[in-house]
C-alpha cells in the first residue's frame, strides 16, 4: 500500500510510503484521497498528522509519470480534499517535501519540520511550474516576496530558513511525536485556509526583481518566467482561477521540450551509477595518494579529504611541497570564508592532507591519482615508481585530458590496474568525472574509480582511450569550427553572442580566454605531425600566442581585460583576422548567428556520433551529462545527443551533407548519423549494450 494509515487515540497518522522517495505517484494519489474520504468521516478523530514512511517525505511528482496522460484522481484535487477535511491535517515533514510533497504540506493547516528537513519547490528545474497550489497558496502564506524568491529559482530550504520566511510552523526532532504532543495538549491553532485567503498584495518592485534575476541566472528557460506569471496571479485573481491558470501552465509545459530535456538530465544523472557491465567489486580505499599539488591536484586532495579519504599528496622538491601546501590551504580558507566549516575543522582537515617529497615513504594505499603536469615522458616516470612503491593491488589512476592511458599504463607491472580518471577544474567542485578504460582495465580497476567517484558525489561516465576522450575530443571540434567561421567572415565576439543566445555558458573564445589560449597551442602543436594535411587550419589562435595575447592572464587574448577586470571587444584584433584572411586567401562572408549556432551545434553532434559509434561513449546519455556538467551545454536543451534526436537525424545528415560539399574532409558524416537517417533511429537508443 502507497498510502498506510494508523490510528493512535484520537490521531490518525498517514504515511506516504512509496520507497525509494516517496514520489507522488497515482497510487499515492488515489491513497490520499481514500485516506482523507474515509478519515473524515469519523467523527471520534480530533487531528489527522500526514508524514513520510523512510527519511523523505515525499520528493515531488513522480516525473516519470510526466511522460503519459494526466490519471486522476490529480494532485490539486487531492491537496485540496486535505485542505477543506473535517479535522486538520498535520504536515510532520520528516525529510524533503519537494515539489508536490511541499505543496501537501501548504494544503495542511500546519506544518512541522524534522531538524534535518528539506522543504522547497524545485519545480522549474525540471521545466515546469508547481502543478498542485505551491503558486497560490505559498504566497498567500509567506508573502509575495519569498515565494518570487524560492520558486522562480526552484529554491530548497533548510528547516530553520523554512522557518525564518514562515513556510514551517514549528521544528522538532521528531515531528510525529510534537504534532501528537500539541493534539493531546489542546495546543493546536489555525489561521484561515490558504485556499480560502483573500489575494496577496501587490509588490511591483519584487517582481521585477524577480524577472532580471531569472532572464540572468535562468537564462533562456521558460519555467521561471511563467511561474512569476503566476505568482503575479495571486495577487489578482482569486484562489480558483488562480488555480485553474496554474493547472493550465503546468500541463503546457510538462509536456514542452524543455521539461523533457531536463527530465532527460535529471534521470541521466541519477543513472550514471556503476555501469551493469563492470562486473567486479571495487578495492577497498581508506587512503589515497595523489600526485601533483598544482591546482589540480589540490582540488582533488581536497575533495578526497572531504569525501573522508586519509590523503597524502606527493611533490618532487621542497619548493613545490610549499606551494602546494600554499594551493590546499587556499581551498580550506575559502571554505571557510564561505561558511562551509569552521576554521578550527579547517585547520584540523588540512593537518589530516600529509604532504611530502618523493616516492620514499608512501602510506600503503588502495589508490594513486597522478594530476602531474601533462608530458607522456613525466607521467611515465611517475607510473614506474608507483609501480613500485604501491602494494600490488592498489589501483594507479591518471588525471590527464588528452594522454595515452594505455601508453601510462605500459609503464608499469600492472596494466591491469591502471584507468584515467579525469576530474574537470575546479576539481572539488566541477560534479563531472570521465573514467578512463585504457586496453587492459579490469573491471576491479573501474569498479574502484565509481566506488570513488560515488563517494566524491561526481558524476561519473565511462571514456574509452581517444585524444581528449569524450569532452575535449568534441570541444576540440567546436573550436576547430569556430575557428573556420571566424577565418571566413565572423569576429570571436559576434560567435560567443551567437553561442550564448543558444544557452552556453559561455562563448568558445570566452573560455579559452579565461583557460589560456597557451594550453590549446601546446595541444596543437603535439598534433601537429598526426595532422591530416588536407584538413583546413586556422593559424589565427597561433598566432594569437605567439603575440602574447594568451588570455586573461595577459590582459589580452581573444578580448581585452583593461586593469584585470572584464573583458571589452578588441577592435585591432579585426584586423589580425582581416589580415589573416588575406594570407589565406579567403573571401571573407556575412555569417549569421543562426549560422554559427547550426554549423557549431553540427560540429558538436557529429563528433559526438562518431564518439558513440566508435564505442568511446557506451550511451548518448554519458555524453549529454559530459557535455551539460563539464562544458557549459544548456542543460534545459538536455545536452548535444538529446538536442540531436529533438531535429532528427535525416534533417542533420541533409545539413551536413550540405556543408560536407563545401569541405568533405571536416564535414564527414558520422557513419552512425547516416545509419539512425535511413532507419528512423533515436541517437538516445543507440550504442546501448
Ligand atoms: N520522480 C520520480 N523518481 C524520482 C523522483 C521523482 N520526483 N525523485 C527521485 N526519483 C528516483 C530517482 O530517479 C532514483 O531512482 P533510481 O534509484 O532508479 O536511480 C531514486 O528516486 C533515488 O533518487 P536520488 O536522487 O538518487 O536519491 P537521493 O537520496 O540522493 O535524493 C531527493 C533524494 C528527494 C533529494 C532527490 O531525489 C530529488 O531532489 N528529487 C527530485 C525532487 C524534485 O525535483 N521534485 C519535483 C518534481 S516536479
Given at each position: 500500500m502507497a498510502v498506510q494509515i494508523t490510528r493512535k487515540g484520537d490521531v490518525a497518522i498517514v504515511s506516504i510510503d512509496n520507497p525509494p522517495v516517496n514520489a507522488i505517484g497515482h497510487a499515492v494519489r488515489a491513497g490520499l484521497l481514500e485516506a482523507v474520504e474515509t478519515l473524515s468521516a469519523d467523527g471520534t478523530l480530533?487531528?489527522?498528522?500526514?508524514?513520510?514512511?523512510?527519511?523523505?517525505?515525499?520528493?515531488?511528482?513522480?516525473?516519470?509519470?510526466?511522460?503519459?496522460?494526466?490519471?486522476?484522481?490529480?494532485?490539486?484535487?487531492?491537496?485540496?480534499?486535505?485542505?477543506?477535511?473535517?479535522?486538520?491535517?498535520?504536515?510532520?515533514?520528516?525529510?524533503?517535501?519537494?515539489?508536490?510533497?511541499?505543496?501537501?504540506?501548504?494544503?495542511?493547516?500546519?506544518?512541522?519540520?524534522?531538524?534535518?528537513?528539506?522543504?522547497?519547490?524545485?519545480?522549474?528545474?525540471?521545466g515546469v511550474v508547481p502543478g498542485a497550489g505551491g503558486t497560490q497558496r505559498l504566497p498567500r502564506l509567506v508573502g509575495l516576496k519569498s515565494a518570487l524568491d524560492i520558486i522562480p529559482q526552484g529554491k530548497v530550504l533548510k528547516a530553520d530558513a523554512a522557518k525564518a520566511v514562515g513556510l514551517i510552523d514549528r521544528i522538532a526532532d521528531d515531528p510525529v511525536a510534537e504534532a501528537m504532543a500539541l493534539v493531546d495538549g489542546g495546543k493546536l491553532g489555525?489561521?484561515?485556509?490558504?485556499?480560502?485567503?483573500?489575494?496577496?498584495?501587490?509588490?511591483?518592485?519584487?517582481?521585477?526583481?524577480?524577472?532580471?534575476?531569472?532572464?540572468?541566472?535562468?537564462?533562456?528557460?521558460?519555467?521561471?518566467?511563467?511561474?512569476?506569471?503566476?505568482?503575479?496571479?495571486?495577487?489578482?485573481?482569486?484562489?480558483?482561477?488562480?488555480m485553474a491558470q496554474?493547472?493550465?501552465?503546468?500541463?503546457?509545459?510538462?509536456?514542452?521540450?524543455?521539461?523533457?530535456?531536463?527530465?532527460?538530465?535529471?534521470?541521466?544523472?541519477?543513472?550514471?551509477?556503476?555501469p551493469d557491465s563492470i562486473a567486479a567489486e571495487p578495492v577497498p580505499v581508506d587512503t589515497v595518494v595523489v600526485?601533483?599539488?598544482?591546482?589540480?591536484?589540490?582540488?582533488?586532495?581536497?575533495?578526497?579529504?572531504?569525501?573522508?579519504?586519509?590523503?597524502?599528496?606527493?611533490?618532487?622538491?621542497?619548493?613545490?611541497?610549499?606551494?602546494?601546501?600554499?594551493?590546499?590551504?587556499?581551498?580550506?580558507?575559502?571554505?571557510?570564508?564561505?561558511?562551509?566549516?569552521?576554521?578550527?575543522e579547517a585547520d584540523e582537515r588540512q593537518a589530516r592532507i600529509t604532504l611530502v617529497v618523493g616516492y620514499d615513504d608512501l602510506p600503503p594505499a588502495g589508490l594513486a591519482i597522478e594530476a602531474a603536469f601533462e608530458s607522456i615522458e613525466v607521467k611515465?616516470?611517475?607510473?614506474?615508481?608507483?609501480?613500485?612503491?604501491?602494494?600490488?593491488?592498489?589501483?594507479?589512476?591518471?588525471n590527464t585530458s588528452y594522454l595515452d592511458v594505455n601508453e601510462i599504463a605500459a609503464s608499469t607491472s600492472?596494466?591491469?590496474?591502471?584507468?584515467?580518471?579525469?576530474?574537470f577544474s575546479p576539481a572539488h567542485i566541477m560534479k563531472l568525472l570521465e573514467i578512463v578504460r585504457a586496453d587492459k582495465t579490469s573491471h576491479e580497476a573501474l569498479a574502484t574509480g565509481f566506488a570513488v567517484g560515488a563517494k566524491l558525489k561526481k558524476i561519473p561516465v565511462l571514456a574509452g582511450v581517444c585524444d581528449g576522450f569524450i569532452g575535449n575530443r568534441i570541444l576540440f571540434r567546436y573550436r576547430e569550427e569556430a575557428d573556420v567561421l571566424m577565418m571566413d567572415g565572423s569576429l570571436p565576439w559576434l560567435i560567443d553572442e551567437a553561442m550564448v543566445e543558444f544557452g552556453m555558458a559561455m562563448g568558445p573564445y570566452e573560455v579559452q580566454d579565461l583557460s589560456g589560449l597557451d594550453i590549446s597551442y601546446a595541444q596543437r602543436k603535439r598534433r601537429a605531425p598526426t595532422r591530416d594535411p588536407n584538413r583546413r587550419y586556422i593559424p589565427i589562435a597561433d598566432r594569437m600566442v605567439e603575440e602574447g595575447r594568451i588570455g586573461k592572464k595577459a590582459s589580452v587574448g581573444w578580448y581585452r581585460y583593461p586593469g584585470g577586470g572584464g573583458a571589452v571587444v578588441d577592435p585591432l584584433l579585426e584586423d589580425l583576422i582581416t589580415e589573416e584572411a588575406h594570407f589565406a586567401k579567403v573571401t571573407r562572408r556575412e555569417i549569421s548567428p543562426d549560422e554559427i549556432r547550426e554549423r557549431l551545434t553540427l560540429a558538436m553532434i557529429n563528433e559526438a556520433a562518431d564518439i558513440l559509434n566508435d564505442g568511446i561513449a557506451q550511451k548518448a546519455s554519458d555524453i549529454d551529462l559530459v557535455m551539460v556538467h563539464g562544458y557549459g551545454f544548456p542543460r534545459w536543451r538536455g545536452g548535444p545527443m538529446h538536442y540531436a534526436d529533438t531535429i532528427g537525424a535525416a534533417a542533420i545528415l541533409d545539413k551536413i551533407r550540405a556543408f560536407e560539399r563545401d569541405d568533405p574532409v571536416m564535414w564527414r558524416p558520422s557513419p552512425l548519423i547516416v545509419n539512425l537517417a535511413a532507419s528512423g533511429g533515436r541517437f538516445a537508443n543507440a550504442g546501448q549494450v
Open positions: 480530533k487531528a489527522v498528522v500526514l508524514t513520510g514512511a523512510g527519511k523523505i517525505f515525499a520528493a515531488g511528482a513522480d516525473a516519470r509519470e510526466f511522460d503519459t496522460p494526466p490519471e486522476s484522481p490529480h494532485l490539486p484535487d487531492v491537496a485540496l480534499a486535505i485542505e477543506t477535511a473535517p479535522q486538520p491535517w498535520i504536515a510532520a515533514i520528516n525529510g524533503a517535501a519537494l515539489g508536490g510533497g511541499c505543496e501537501l504540506a501548504l494544503a495542511c493547516r500546519m506544518r512541522i519540520a524534522g531538524t534535518n528537513a528539506t522543504i522547497g519547490l524545485p519545480e522549474v528545474t525540471l489555525f489561521g484561515a485556509r490558504l485556499s480560502e485567503r483573500a489575494a496577496v498584495e501587490a509588490d511591483a518592485t519584487a517582481v521585477l526583481d524577480a524577472r532580471s534575476r531569472a532572464a540572468k541566472r535562468m537564462r533562456g528557460q521558460i519555467a521561471p518566467e511563467r511561474a512569476i506569471d503566476l505568482l503575479e496571479r495571486a495577487t489578482q485573481e482569486d484562489f480558483d482561477r488562480g496554474e493547472r493550465e501552465t503546468f500541463l503546457e509545459l510538462r509536456q514542452g521540450e524543455q521539461a523533457k530535456a531536463l527530465r532527460h538530465i535529471f534521470f541521466a544523472e541519477r543513472g550514471a551509477k556503476k600526485i601533483g599539488g598544482g591546482t589540480m591536484g589540490a582540488g582533488i586532495a581536497y575533495a578526497l579529504e572531504r569525501a573522508g579519504y586519509t590523503v597524502t599528496l606527493v611533490e618532487t622538491d621542497e619548493g613545490a611541497r610549499e606551494r602546494a601546501e600554499a594551493n590546499v590551504g587556499r581551498l580550506f580558507k575559502d571554505a571557510v570564508k564561505r561558511g562551509l566549516m569552521a576554521q578550527e611515465r616516470e611517475i607510473f614506474g615508481k608507483l609501480d613500485e612503491a604501491l602494494p600490488k593491488h592498489a589501483i594507479l589512476a591518471t600492472r596494466p591491469e590496474r591502471v584507468l584515467g580518471l579525469h576530474f
